[in-house]
Each structure stands twice: as C-alpha cells, then as structure tokens.
C-alpha cells in the first residue's frame, strides 16, 4: 500500500441550476499528503542536488464525468504536470540570515515559475491543486444531472521517495440544466 494519497477530492460550482446556453464552470480542489509531501523537504532538496538528482515530475489528470453506471467524460480533461527544479544560489534575497541555506525549489505550474521561501509553501505550490473545468450545459441536455471527478497522480524514483502512481474519486454533486 502507498504511503502517499490523494486527499478528499471538493467539486464547486457557482450554482446549482443552469440554463442549456450556460457554461459551468467547476473547480477541482485537492491535496496529495503522505509521504511524497513529508518527504519534499530541505533536508532531501540538498541530499538529491549533491546526487545530481535536480528535477521531479509530477503527472496528474482530472477527469469530469456524468451518468450511473455508464459514466460519460463531460468536458475538456486534464492531463498535465507540475515540474521542481532544484538548484544552488547565492542570491542575498533567497538566503535565509538565520541559515546559510543555499538550495532551493522552483515550482513550474502551467509552465510559469514559482520560488516560495518556506518548505511548506514550496509543498503547497507543488502538491496543493485547484484546477478549473468548463463545460457547456448543452453537452449535459436538459434534467438533473450528477456530476464527480477521477483524479490521478504519478511520479518517478528519486533519492527521497520511490515510483508510485495514486487515483482517487470525488462525491458526486447534483446541478440542474433548466
């Protein structure tokens, strides 16, 4: 069993009741806890740079779907990751006065970087999600529809945590195309 998982998964959408020329957007919001993110950590940052282990990847995808037991993709999946590089300054601004700390994470999110001076922000950037999916209520047709989200994350062997793959679904929500 992986020690690593995918926190509860939260569906938010604006309303509960559209019109069919409406779009909806809905917002995927979780967490990976565990292992990988206790592992992420200053101590393993430096260990892994003087190892020549300088990138980490994280896949993950988000799947909108609709329907009992024949499930339907509604919606533009995602399917991307998020990318940290790890790297050596002596930038003033980065070190920490109190350490001489000289290793430090960039997290690459939708290819725009990131630098967070704490270890918790830097897990935040990289393991915290909150991702938005429009559909158009045209695609779903008139009645009650119910609404969940398969999400999935994976990641290759590194010097601080091993290959792991992890999926979780979400509660599903109700909405109303009018």
């Given at each position: 069993m992986s020690g690593s998982r995918i926190s509860e998964i939260s569906l938010i959408n604006d309303k509960?009741?559209?019109s069919p020329n409406d779009t909806l957007e809905i917002s995927v919001q979780f967490q990976i806890e565990g292992d990988i993110r206790n592992d992420f950590n200053e101590e393993n940052w430096t260990k892994a740079y003087n190892n020549n282990d300088v990138s980490f990847k994280l896949k993950y995808g988000i799947k909108l779907t609709s329907g009992g037991f024949r499930k339907k993709?509604?919606?533009?999946?995602i399917d991307t990751y998020r990318?940290?590089?790890i790297f050596w300054t002596r930038n003033p601004k980065l070190v920490n006065p109190m350490k001489d700390r000289r290793i430090w994470v960039q997290v690459a999110k939708n290819f725009e970087p990131f630098i967070r001076l704490s270890e918790e922000e830097v897990r935040q950037e990289l393991f915290d999600f909150n991702e938005k999916i429009l559909v158009k209520a045209s695609d779903l047709g008139s009645g009650t529809h119910k609404i969940g989200a398969d999400v999935y994350a994976s990641w290759q062997k590194h010097d601080y945590t091993e290959s792991d793959n992890i999926k979780n679904n979400s509660k599903e929500i109700e909405i109303t195309i009018n």
């Open positions: 509960d009741e559209y993709e509604i919606g533009k999946s990318k940290a590089a």
